[in-house]
């Protein structure tokens, strides 16, 4: 199932666990734009974790401090070259 993510046109796949995973799957991914406050919804793919075959070209990840490093160390083994971390 790979989708496109708003205008740019690349497939993204987000990888989520727990009630969040069931909430995306079901709904897609809310994005608030923090000026203005309007919400869009994007359907994606989401799974609940990465294969060890797959690679990427960059990652956004959105944890919590305490999960910055382990993150970090799980997402190395893809061959990720651009991570954007938000802790």
Request: proline share 2%.
């Amino acid at each position: 199932m790979e989708r496109t993510f708003g205008q740019a046109e690349r497939e993204m796949t987000v990888l989520a666990r727990g009630s969040r995973l069931a909430i995306i799957r079901v709904q897609g991914l809310v994005l608030e734009d923090a000026v203005t406050g309007r919400r869009s919804v994007t359907p994606v793919a989401v799974v609940d974790r990465l294969p060890a075959e797959d690679s990427y070209d960059m990652a956004l990840v959105a944890v919590r401090r305490d999960s910055c490093l382990t993150s970090c160390r799980n997402l190395r083994q893809h061959g990720i070259s651009h991570l954007c971390f938000s802790c």
